[in-house]
């Protein structure tokens, strides 16, 4: 099966373009959290299981997340964006 493409949501401007970026800061942090609860219990990650293993695993975990939503995500930043969106028009 073909991969399927990333969706690209319209370039946003002025406000629009304020409610997109906590829409994809809201969904990069979901998916971070999504990432970590994914991990094994007592598994060494990537950085062992030494000092600091735990933030440098973070790190890595928020970047993953990031580069996911500027792949195109799995839809919740576009859902938050709207939702805002119509709030403040109203």
Known sequence: ?????????????????DLMQAARKLEATFLSEML??????????????????????????DAQAEKMVAAGGIGIAESLFHAMKARTDD
């Open 36 to 61: 970590k609860s994914m991990q094994f219990d007592g598994a060494a990650g990537p950085f062992g299981s030494g000092p600091g293993s735990d933030q440098f695993s973070s790190f890595l975990r």
């Open 1 to 17: 099966m073909p991969p399927v493409p990333p969706r690209q949501l319209p370039a946003a401007t002025g406000q629009d373009a």
